[in-house]
C-alpha cells in the first residue's frame, strides 16, 4: 500500500496472508486475500502462476495478522488449504489479468475453519452486477510495499481509500485504453497519491454501505504504484456472483 496508514487488522477482519512454503521451509508471503466465509478465502488467480499443479500442501493461510513477520497466538488462525479454485476464464499467458479470480477452502480444524473474533470475521459480497459511482470512496488494505521497486514489504497491515473511476474514463488511452475489461474495474485517489503495489494483490477492496462493508474488488494489477493516470485495477467481484456460488455452494446473494 502507497501512501496508506498503519491499520488494525480489527478494522479489516477479513483480510488474509497467503503464504507459501519455500523449499528451505521457510514462510514465505505470497498475496492477500478475503475471507467471505468460514472456510472460504478469496484472492487473485495469478497469485499461483503454477495454475492447477499448484502444490496445495505448500500453502498457508494466517487471518487475524497484524504483523507479518510476527505472530499474535491470540489474534491469530492459521489454515492449511483443502482445495483450490482458479478461474477457468484465466489465462496470463497472455499477460492480460482477465479473470483474476480464485477461491481457497481452508481445512477444517477439530471439525471446523475459522471462528469469529474481534480479528477475523467474513465480509459481505456485494449483489449480482451491483454498480458503484464514479468517485465513490472505498478502502484497500495490505502488506504490499509502500512504493513500487522496493525490495521489502510493509511490516504491518496497511491501509488506504480510493475513489472508483468510470469505465470510460479508465479506458483513455492516456490511462489503459483495452487493457480495462469489464471484469474489471479501476480505482484511485483524486491526487494519486495512494495505491495497492505489489504484494498487496489478492487483497481486498472493500466499500461501506448502510454501515457494512461489501467486497467489490480484488486487488489485481497497474502500472506501477500511485502513478499519475495510471490508476490500480481491481478484479470486479459483482460479475463472479454465479462462479463463487458454484465453487462454494453457498448462498450469497439471497436477500438480507
Ligand atoms: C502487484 O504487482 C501490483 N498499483 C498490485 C497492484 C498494483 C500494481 C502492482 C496497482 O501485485
Known amino acids: 500500500i502507497v501512501g496508506g496508514t498503519v491499520a488494525t487488522v480489527e478494522s479489516h ?21 478475503s475471507l467471505i466465509s468460514s472456510c472460504w478465502v478469496i484472492t487473485a488467480a ?3 502462476p503454477e495454475g492447477s499443479q499448484t502444490r496445495l500442501r505448500r500453502l498457508s493461510v494466517t487471518l487475524g495478522k497484524n504483523a507479518l ?40 480444524k477439530d471439525g471446523k475453519c475459522t471462528e469469529e473474533t474481534n480479528w ?4 459481505c459480497l456485494p449483489p449480482p452486477l451491483q ?21 521489502y514489504l510493509s511490516q504491518y497491515l496497511r491501509e488506504a481509500r480510493v475513489n472508483f473511476i468510470a469505465d470510460d474514463v479508465c479506458r483513455q488511452e492516456e490511462y489503459y485504453g483495452n487493457k480495462v475489461n469489464n471484469n474489471m474495474f479501476c480505482a484511485a485517489r483524486p ?20 454501515n457494512r462493508f461489501f467486497l467489490f474488488g480484488i486487488i489485481s494489477w497497474g502500472d506501477g504504484c500511485a502513478k499519475e493516470m ?4 481491481y478484479t470486479r467481484v459483482t460479475n463472479y ?16
Open 191 to 210: 491526487d494519486w497519491s495512494q495505491d495497492a503495489c505489489q504484494s498487496d494483490s489478492g487483497g481486498p477492496l472493500v466499500c461501506k454501505f448502510h
Open 13 to 33: 477482519p477479513w483480510v488474509a496472508a497467503i503464504f507459501w512454503r519455500s523449499k528451505s521451509k521457510t514462510k514465505v508471503f505470497r498475496c492477500g486475500g
Open 69 to 108: 513477520n510476527e505472530s499474535d497466538p491470540t489474534a491469530e488462525q492459521t489454515f492449511r488449504v483443502e482445495q483450490i479454485f482458479i478461474h477457468e476464464g484465466f489465462n496470463n499467458s497472455l499477460q492480460n489479468y482477465n479473470n483474476d479470480i480464485s477461491l481457497l477452502k481452508l481445512k477444517e
Open 46 to 48: 495469478h497469485c499461483f
Open 120 to 123: 477475523v470475521k467474513p465480509v
Open 230 to 233: 495510471k490508476p490500480g485495477v
Open 241 to 256: 456472483n454465479q462462479w463463487i456460488e458454484e465453487k462454494t455452494s453457498l448462498p450469497f446473494t439471497t436477500a438480507r
Open 131 to 151: 454498480s458503484l459511482q464514479p468517485g465513490f470512496t472505498c478502502e484497500i488494505a495490505g502488506y504490499g510495499k509502500e512504493k513500487f521497486g522496493l525490495w
